[in-house]
């Protein structure tokens, strides 16, 4: 894989989605940091359902704090690992609102010391909310970096550094939202979806699928 054929790619990725946006659903920084806590192995879908309710009236970590640990809880129980991440929102609210002024920090070092959030969690927030050139790795993108060859690495951070580095610097701000949704839709797990891609030509997959 060369730098032609990754700026070829992202501009195809672009030119068919020139403002890619995550399916989760939020009004503010507060709202999208909470989605991605509760989003760790779960759908985004899964996610929206729970959290329509509680976002119409929570707008901020205060009002999360208001509703109490046990309403929360129950609020989001159809989310795998609720129990936890509950645990771990309320504790998040209850820093942003003693140590941050219920606002969400905008560096990876304070998001990381946020209970319940991770390297991965912390670089949604810093692109998505913040529009801080960060890359967020998870199954889809570190499945389709490494079978179309934009950037094969062993392990999460591997691919990260290395997506950061090909990656040209122009499409770097739109590219996790573009390659998330490419794994979740035509370069899916089992059966990459080969016939119906716009980089077929592109990718260095061996095994393409047929129609």
């Known amino acids: 894989m060369n730098k032609q054929k990754r700026t070829e790619i992202f501009a195809r990725f672009e030119a068919a989605n020139p403002h890619p946006k995550t399916e989760l659903e939020y009004e503010n920084p507060f709202q999208l940091l909470i989605a991605v806590l509760l989003s760790a192995q779960a759908t985004d879908k899964s996610v929206n359902i729970a959290t329509r309710p509680i976002f119409a009236k929570?707008?901020?970590?205060?009002?999360?704090?208001?509703?109490?640990?046990?309403?929360f809880t129950e609020a989001i129980r159809t989310i795998g690992l609720y129990k936890t991440k509950a645990q771990n929102a309320l504790k998040t609210c209850e820093i942003l609102v003693k140590q941050y002024h219920s606002q969400v920090p905008q560096t990876r070092e304070e998001l990381e010391a946020l209970p319940g959030v991770g390297r991965k969690t912390a670089n949604v927030v810093l692109n998505t909310a913040f529009g801080q050139l960060t890359m967020a790795v998870d199954t889809h993108i570190f499945r389709v970096s490494n079978r179309t060859g934009i950037a094969p690495g062993k392990n999460v951070?591997?691919?990260?550094?290395?997506l950061l580095k090909f990656i040209p610097k122009e499409y770097l701000l739109n590219a996790h939202?573009?390659?998330?949704?490419?794994?979740?839709?035509i370069?899916?797990?089992?059966?990459?979806?080969?016939?119906?891609?716009?980089?077929?030509?592109l990718c260095e997959f061996k095994d393409k699928t047929k129609a």
């Not at 370069?187 to 030509?201: F, G, L, Q």
């Open 157 to 162: 951070l591997e691919v990260e550094q290395k």
């Open 58 to 71: 929570c707008k901020t970590p205060q009002d999360i704090l208001n509703m109490g640990l046990e309403a």
């Open 187 to 201: 370069c899916i797990a089992r059966k990459p979806k080969c016939p119906h891609c716009s980089i077929s030509d």
């Open 177 to 185: 939202h573009w390659l998330i949704l490419h794994g979740r839709y």
